[in-house]
């Protein structure tokens, strides 16, 4: 697709449960981001990958969550034992490599996020 | 490590009044500076970037930003503001030739009175 895609767009879980979000980045894109948006609050880091490079999880906010980016293409966020707190927008962006560009991650591209829920 | 302050999480102004959102950055080395708009119930838009070159970048919509070096600034202005401008405003930082991660601000929410 022309876009970075997310799914589901919205996803409504029981406390406790394991949560899987998916992200498709813009193809040929080597950088790509997670970010949480909770209500009134601004874009919380998650974690970056860069290319072959081990990945920036310096922002996951605790050992339940994790990310894995196969074959440097398609994204997964996953979330165990899902807490209220977890309720969020979760947002994906990509952007492009030096190689294509000459000029390394100059714009992010913003999927449309999912939107989790935790009852 | 690099980070982003915007100044006030909410700015009002009125129809043709002119629209001034603060964001301040720090960084050990040159930055990458970009303005993302979000309307309501959408995503995350580029309004403009700054990479290297002219210091005044103009973007979409009107709006244009600074990049100060020596204030380590990077306001967003636009001269006249629209009701249509009303939405969240972030500023975000990424490094230049250093894996580029990208770090956004608290976000500024305008609104725009008749």
């Known amino acids: 697709g022309a876009g970075v895609s997310q799914s589901p767009s919205n996803k409504v879980t029981e406390k406790g449960k394991d949560v899987e979000l998916r992200c498709d980045p813009i193809s040929g894109h080597t950088a790509l981001y997670w970010y949480r948006q909770s209500l009134g609050q601004g874009l919380e880091f998650l974690i970056y990958f860069q290319g072959n490079s081990a990945p920036d999880k310096s922002g996951l906010p605790s050992d339940r969550f994790s990310a894995e980016r196969t074959g440097g293409s398609v994204s997964t966020l996953t979330i165990q034992r899902t807490q209220q707190e977890d309720s969020a927008v979760y947002l994906c962006a990509s952007s492009s490599s030096k190689k294509m560009t000459g000029v390394q991650n100059t714009e992010a591209f913003f999927g449309q996020g999912t939107r989790l829920t935790v009852v | 490590a690099q980070s982003v302050t915007q100044l006030g999480s909410h700015v009002s102004v009125s129809e043709g009044a002119l629209v001034l959102l603060r964001c301040n950055y720090s960084?050990?080395?040159?930055?990458?500076l970009f303005w993302y708009v979000q309307y309501p119930n959408q995503g995350l838009q580029l309004l403009l970037k700054?990479?290297?070159?002219?210091?005044l970048v103009k973007g979409i919509n009107g709006f244009e930003a600074e990049f100060k070096k020596s204030e380590t600034s990077f306001h967003l202005t636009k001269p006249s503001a629209h009701m249509s401008d009303a939405a969240e405003y972030f500023c975000?930082?990424?490094?230049?030739?250093?894996?580029?991660?990208?770090?956004f601000g608290q976000g500024t929410e305008l609104s725009v009175k008749p």
């Open positions: 700054y990479t290297t070159g002219a210091t």
């Open positions: 975000a930082v990424s490094l230049v030739g250093r894996g580029g991660k990208l770090i």
């Open positions: 960084s050990s080395v040159p930055p990458y």
